[in-house]
């Protein structure tokens, strides 16, 4: 039950919303031009939000953190990472090829799912987490720079509008954040976390598998 | 009795986070989702800090098209064919792509037109004048629709024509035949317009719209 939850709360978004900047959202930031805080904020919000790719990522680096410090330190680094890059690259105008950047996007997730079944620490290998957190953080807010690109923003008004979507992107951090440690806390009391929770962290892997090769494909294919 | 009453304590505790949840989320839903998503505002909110927007954009330019009478008159039934060239065209819209049609036509001569898809097509019939390009565009009628007909009057010499935009997943195929002083088409959508003459245009109005964009916001 509580995986099918998880999977259900996890597959939803992505099935429901198409992770690009939606063509209405579009025609709107065409129309902004100068300062517009609270629909930035909300456009941030609702990306991190519908973002299956970053939530994914997200459920993967909190799955066995029981301690809000660790919560905290860990989901600091991957903002640290995509803030500097949502910001470095928007103000440089320096976005990435979408699909390779999905592309690695996804592989953090296989990167986090491996990591929580233990497949580094059996092969020998010693990777930082924290360090991979960050990484793996900067890639993501270069695919968010990259998307906020292709909204088309106005060079008026956009250190605030920019700010403004990066803060935005942090309170929908906090939501989605809220809802996974809630939810993996309260799976975490049953004996089924610990037959399942295995399982959970391969379908990760897979997930993130799919979207890395969905996203080659969409590369080739262009 | 310690085992219990700590059980008890626990299961308000989550009864009340529960709650606390469920309420932050319908406030949030009423406050911020329904003004963006669905331009629905009880609270006035979306109005108070412009999330309302997002969900109805200004559109300046179907704005100045609205100010215009007499440039576009739908019919019926189709049009009686109008002096000058008669033209067709045919284009195959994958799932979710959009293209964009243009006729250069001179200032207040008629042109008839009447176009049919085999699916829906959102649409946006706008035009672009030689003189001030995508910075004065007008529109005329955005919706979505099957067919469309009618007469159409330019309200100055220009680009005249459609965007349409396939957000189906099957296959579209569209069909546009009209009639009158066009001199030229041009398509955009690929990578660069491509211009496209048209057998027995006499005159030649020279011109064209630097740094057309397609209509939907994509870059070609």
């Given at each position: 039950m509580p995986v099918l939850a998880v999977i259900i709360l996890v597959a939803l978004p992505a099935a429901v919303f198409?992770?690009?900047?939606a063509e209405g959202d579009k025609a709107f930031v065409r129309t902004i031009d100068g300062p517009a805080i609270a629909p930035f904020l909300y456009l941030g919000a609702k990306h991190m939000v519908t973002g299956y790719d970053h939530v994914l990522f997200l459920l993967g680096v909190v799955f066995f953190l029981r301690r809000l410090r660790e919560v905290v330190l860990y989901v600091s680094m991957f903002t640290i990472g995509h803030s500097t890059t949502l910001l470095g690259g928007v103000l440089l105008g320096a976005g990435a090829n979408p699909f390779i950047i999905e592309a690695i996007i996804g592989l953090s997730v296989v990167y986090k799912g491996l990591e929580n079944v233990g497949a580094f620490a059996k092969l020998g290998l010693n990777i930082d987490t924290r360090a991979a957190v960050l990484v793996f953080g900067l890639f993501h807010g270069l695919g968010l720079a990259t998307k906020m690109l292709d909204l088309g923003v106005?060079?008026?008004?956009l250190l605030a509008n920019l700010v403004a979507f990066n803060v935005g992107v942090e309170i929908g951090q906090v939501i989605v954040l809220g809802f996974v440690v809630l939810l993996l806390d309260a799976w975490r009391q049953r004996p089924s976390f610990a037959r399942y929770a295995f399982a959970a962290n391969l379908a990760l892997i897979g997930a993130g598998a799919w979207l890395t090769m969905y996203q080659m494909g969409g590369y080739f294919a262009s | 009795m310690t085992e219990m009453h700590t059980t008890a304590s626990s299961g308000r505790t989550k009864a009340l986070i529960a709650g606390g949840i469920v309420l932050a989320a319908a406030a949030a839903i009423v406050l911020f989702v329904l003004p963006a998503e669905?331009?629905?505002?009880p609270l006035g909110t979306g109005r108070a800090t412009g999330l309302d927007k997002i969900a109805e954009p200004d559109n300046p330019e179907l704005e100045r098209g609205m100010l215009r009478e007499d440039v576009l008159m739908l019919s019926e039934t189709p049009p009686q064919p109008a002096a000058g060239v008669t033209d067709s065209w045919e284009y195959e819209l994958a799932p979710y792509e959009s293209v964009e049609f243009k006729y250069t036509l001179p200032e207040g001569e008629p042109m008839t037109f009447r176009w049919e898809a085999t699916g829906t097509l959102n649409y946006d019939m706008h035009a672009h004048p030689f003189e001030g390009g995508t910075d004065l565009t007008e529109s005329y009628a955005i919706d979505e629709a099957q067919a469309m007909q009618g007469t159409y009057v330019p309200a100055f010499t220009g680009e005249h024509g459609w965007y349409w935009d396939n957000r189906s997943a099957n296959n579209v195929t569209l069909r546009l035949t009209a009639s009158g002083p066009m001199t030229s088409s041009t398509i955009y959508g690929g990578p660069a317009p491509q211009e496209r003459p048209l057998a027995g245009a006499t005159g030649r109005i020279d011109g064209n719209v630097e740094g057309h964009e397609l209509q939907g916001g994509e870059r070609p």
């Amino acid at each position: 039950m509580p995986v099918l939850a998880v999977i259900i709360l996890v597959a939803l978004p992505a099935a429901v919303f198409a992770h690009d900047v939606a063509e209405g959202d579009k025609a709107f930031v065409r129309t902004i031009d100068g300062p517009a805080i609270a629909p930035f904020l909300y456009l941030g919000a609702k990306h991190m939000v519908t973002g299956y790719d970053h939530v994914l990522f997200l459920l993967g680096v909190v799955f066995f953190l029981r301690r809000l410090r660790e919560v905290v330190l860990y989901v600091s680094m991957f903002t640290i990472g995509h803030s500097t890059t949502l910001l470095g690259g928007v103000l440089l105008g320096a976005g990435a090829n979408p699909f390779i950047i999905e592309a690695i996007i996804g592989l953090s997730v296989v990167y986090k799912g491996l990591e929580n079944v233990g497949a580094f620490a059996k092969l020998g290998l010693n990777i930082d987490t924290r360090a991979a957190v960050l990484v793996f953080g900067l890639f993501h807010g270069l695919g968010l720079a990259t998307k906020m690109l292709d909204l088309g923003v106005s060079e008026n008004g956009l250190l605030a509008n920019l700010v403004a979507f990066n803060v935005g992107v942090e309170i929908g951090q906090v939501i989605v954040l809220g809802f996974v440690v809630l939810l993996l806390d309260a799976w975490r009391q049953r004996p089924s976390f610990a037959r399942y929770a295995f399982a959970a962290n391969l379908a990760l892997i897979g997930a993130g598998a799919w979207l890395t090769m969905y996203q080659m494909g969409g590369y080739f294919a262009s | 009795m310690t085992e219990m009453h700590t059980t008890a304590s626990s299961g308000r505790t989550k009864a009340l986070i529960a709650g606390g949840i469920v309420l932050a989320a319908a406030a949030a839903i009423v406050l911020f989702v329904l003004p963006a998503e669905f331009g629905i505002d009880p609270l006035g909110t979306g109005r108070a800090t412009g999330l309302d927007k997002i969900a109805e954009p200004d559109n300046p330019e179907l704005e100045r098209g609205m100010l215009r009478e007499d440039v576009l008159m739908l019919s019926e039934t189709p049009p009686q064919p109008a002096a000058g060239v008669t033209d067709s065209w045919e284009y195959e819209l994958a799932p979710y792509e959009s293209v964009e049609f243009k006729y250069t036509l001179p200032e207040g001569e008629p042109m008839t037109f009447r176009w049919e898809a085999t699916g829906t097509l959102n649409y946006d019939m706008h035009a672009h004048p030689f003189e001030g390009g995508t910075d004065l565009t007008e529109s005329y009628a955005i919706d979505e629709a099957q067919a469309m007909q009618g007469t159409y009057v330019p309200a100055f010499t220009g680009e005249h024509g459609w965007y349409w935009d396939n957000r189906s997943a099957n296959n579209v195929t569209l069909r546009l035949t009209a009639s009158g002083p066009m001199t030229s088409s041009t398509i955009y959508g690929g990578p660069a317009p491509q211009e496209r003459p048209l057998a027995g245009a006499t005159g030649r109005i020279d011109g064209n719209v630097e740094g057309h964009e397609l209509q939907g916001g994509e870059r070609p």
